[in-house]
C-alpha cells in the first residue's frame, strides 16, 4: 500500500517505522526534510499547512492512504479537502476537530453534557481574570486557550504569582484563557480510535514526572474493563454525538486526559492525537495491523472488521530522558524501543510483569545514562518499584 504520512514529528516516524516492520512492502511518504530514516519513508518537502500541494502530491501519485499528525494540517482542514476528493484519510475535520484544539470549546462542551471536569473559568479580559484568582483556591492552572502551537499550561499557589501568570499570557497575544482548579492526583490518557460512529478502546497510559525524566506505564490496574465501559459510555458517545450534531462526525484518533478516584472520573483535556510518548508505549502492546485499523477508521467500516482491538498482556514500561544525561547512544538490546525528540531519549520496555520490565529498564539505563542520573532514577524510580 502506497501511504503518506502528514506529519514530522515523533510520532510521525514512530508510525512509519511500525508500518514498515509490520509491512516491509509498504510504500511510505512523509511531509518531512529530515532523511534519517530514507529507508523506510521518502521524504517530500511540502509544508505541512499547504493543503493544496498535498492534496495534488495524493492524486498524481497513487497514495492510497493518508494518516494525519500534524496539528497545522488538521486545523487547515486536509481531511475536508480529501473529503471532497474521495481520498482515504485518518484525521477528524478541521470543525470537528477543534473540541481539540481550544480549551474553552471543550471546556463549555464538558460542562454543557455535564461530564466532571475541574471547576474552570474562561476570561477575554485581563482585569476580569485577575480578579476571579483573587478568591480562588490554591493551587490554580492557567492555560491558553488557542493550543495548535503548544499548550501553555502554569500552575501556580499564590494570587502575585498567578497574576503575574495571566498578565504574561494576555501580553503575548491570547485572546482568551483558562483558569480552573488544579490537582495533584496522577492522571491518565485514554485513547480511542472512531469512525464517527463506533469508537474502541486503544490503550491507557499512566504519567508522573521529575525534572530530569519522565515516566509512562500501561496498562495500569486502575483501568479496569468497567472504567473503559464507563468512559465510553458517559464520556466518549456523548461527546461524539454532540460533535455530529453541532458540526460533523469526528473521526480518528480521540484521546481524553482524566483524573480517576473510587471510580469517579474526571476529564482534564482532549487530544486528538498520542501525546506525549503514548503512541511509542501503545505500539509496543499492539497485536493488530496498524494500518488496518487506521484504515477502517477512515472508511468508515471499523464495526464490520473489529469486535476490539488487540493488545498483548504483556506491561509497557518508557522513560524519557534529557539528552545530555546520555552517555551511549550507540548501545541497542532487542526487545527495546529506542526514539528521540529535540530534548529527549525515550526508552521502552515490555515485560510479563511490570517489575520485569522495569529490570530490563534498569539493566539498560546502567549502560547508556551518566552515573549521577542513573543512580537518582534508580533509587527514585526502579528499585523502588521493583522492591513492591
Request: hydrophobic residues 35%; charged residues 25%.
Amino acid at each position: 500500500m502506497k501511504i503518506l504520512i502528514a506529519g514530522s514529528d515523533l510520532n510521525s516516524i514512530i508510525t512509519a517505522l511500525y508500518i514498515k516492520q509490520q509491512d516491509e512492502d509498504a510504500d511510505i511518504y512523509m511531509t518531512t526534510d529530515n532523511n534519517s530514516y530514507s529507508n523506510i519513508y521518502t521524504a517530500i518537502n511540502i509544508k505541512e499547512n499547504d493543503i493544496n500541494s498535498i492534496v495534488d502530491f495524493v492524486k498524481y501519485n497513487g497514495i492510497e492512504f493518508t494518516i494525519v499528525y500534524s496539528k497545522l494540517a488538521i486545523i487547515n482542514g486536509i481531511a475536508d479537502e480529501f473529503k471532497k476528493e474521495e481520498f482515504p484519510i485518518l484525521c477528524p475535520l478541521s470543525d470537528s476537530a477543534r473540541i481539540t484544539y481550544f480549551n474553552s470549546i471543550s471546556k463549555k462542551i464538558l460542562y454543557k453534557l455535564k461530564i466532571p471536569t475541574p471547576k474552570f473559568g474562561i476570561f477575554d479580559r485581563e482585569n476580569l481574570a485577575i480578579e476571579y484568582i483573587r478568591n480562588a483556591q490554591y493551587p490554580i492552572l492557567v492555560r491558553n486557550d488557542f493550543n495548535i502551537i503548544e499548550r501553555d499550561i502554569n500552575v501556580y499557589t499564590t494570587f502575585n504569582k498567578g497574576k503575574l501568570g495571566i498578565q504574561k499570557l494576555f501580553e503575548n497575544n491570547n485572546e482568551k484563557i483558562v483558569i480552573e482548579k488544579y490537582t495533584e492526583e496522577n492522571s491518565y490518557c485514554m485513547y480511542f480510535i472512531t469512525d464517527g460512529y463506533n469508537a474502541y478502546p486503544l490503550c491507557a497510559c499512566l504519567h508522573y514526572r521529575s525534572e530530569k525524566y519522565e515516566v509512562t506505564v500501561s496498562p495500569d490496574s486502575k483501568i479496569t474493563e468497567g472504567i473503559w465501559k464507563q468512559v465510553l459510555q458517559n464520556i466518549i458517545y456523548p461527546l461524539l454525538d454532540d460533535i455530529d450534531k453541532y458540526t460533523n462526525k469526528y473521526a480518528g484518533i480521540l484521546g481524553i486526559k482524566v483524573i480517576i478516584k473510587d471510580n469517579n472520573i474526571m476529564v482534564l483535556d482532549i487530544y486528538n492525537n498520542f501525546e506525549n510518548y503514548d503512541l511509542q508505549v501503545f505500539l509496543t502492546l499492539l497485536e493488530d495491523d496498524l494500518t488496518q485499523i487506521y484504515y477502517s477508521a477512515a472508511t468508515g467500516d471499523i464495526a464490520e472488521k473489529y469486535e476490539y482491538i488487540r493488545l498483548s498482556d504483556r506491561y509497557s514500561y518508557t522513560i524519557a530522558v534529557k539528552k545530555e544525561e546520555v552517555k551511549d547512544k550507540e548501545y541497542e538490546e532487542e526487545g527495546i524501543s529506542i526514539s528521540e525528540d529535540v530534548n529527549n531519549y525515550i526508552i521502552t520496555t515490555t515485560g510479563a510483569t511490570l517489575s520485569r520490565a522495569k529490570e530490563v529498564m534498569k539493566d539498560f539505563l546502567s549502560i547508556v545514562l551518566n552515573e549521577e542520573c542513573y543512580k537518582e532514577i534508580n533509587l527514585k524510580e526502579l528499585t523502588k518499584e521493583i522492591i513492591h
